[in-house]
């Protein structure tokens, strides 16, 4: 019998659990070439702000033992240009379009979400509130848990699609994060962003990145991340998206049975952008071995 890879997370049906993650895939041009969208489950577009970014100045990016730090600084091209010119693309692949915004204050966050409640192509709503590169907002909202609380409340009322919050990992208490995203109408959150990290030049004593710091991603993060869904999971059912460090169908496995429904690949799209697709065929397999009927079932199976 062939394995049903489908999930259902946060009013969605996905073909299976894989999606792109944010600002690793821009707005799906570029993968495009590399990967069939049709067959994963959902790309989530790069962070939009309601007016255009420049975002920082470079070097904005330094590979790192294990991963890479990060920070573009939300580089985009504004909630208008998003709609009319990227869009249309990304709506010709039969996989969920999440639309994902950053602002620096709640009002943004707020007008954010109306706007893009208004278009019927985007299947649901990420709200980054844990960008580590902005000085004006992002991850000041995300390490304060009132503050979530409060974009969760206003953006829900602003949009009827699923809204899901992405929570930081710089926190200590990210299942608190995660049940106030609960509490105020949140349907989903995503664990993790990234996690504040730098590196210097030795010979100069010069940051490797102009920002001086910015976000760590890829394998390094992994058990961090796994570690943040499982906290998530043990103590606030809501439905998680798991993401930190993804670079094979095991390391899928991992996240569904520590309490992920869905995933999302990031850093591991730079390495190697065909992972989502060859990360399906490992996860069939997968249960096949496993006499799994559904993928599904692997969620949160550590709790049996
Ligand atoms: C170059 C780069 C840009 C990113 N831009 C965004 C962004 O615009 N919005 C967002 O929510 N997350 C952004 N992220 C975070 C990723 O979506 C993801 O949460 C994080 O990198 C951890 O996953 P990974 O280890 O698989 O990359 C970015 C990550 C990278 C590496």
Redesign the pocket.
Known sequence: MTPDLSVHIAGLKLRNPILL????VGYGFEISEHVDLNKLGGV?A??ISLKPRKGNPPP??TETPS??I?A?G?A?VGVDEFVEKKIPFLKKFDCALVA?I?ASTIEEYEELARTLDGVEEIDAI?V?V??P?VKDGGLSFGNDADAVGNVTRRTRKATSKPLIV?LSPNVPNVAAFAKRVKDEGGDAV?A???LVGTAFNIHTSKPKIANVVG?L???A??PV?LAKVLEISRSVDIPIFG????MSWEDVAEFMIVGASAV?????N?VNPNIGETALEGLRDYCVNRGLERLSDVTASYKI
């Open positions: 993650a944010s600002g690793t989530v790069k962070s904005r990016v991963g890479m990060n573009i939300l985009n994902n950053a990420e980054n844990s960008c590169n992405k995503t993790i962003n990234t976000g991603s890829g394998p993060i992994k991340a993401v930190g460090g993804i999302q690949i990031g850093t591991a730079f």
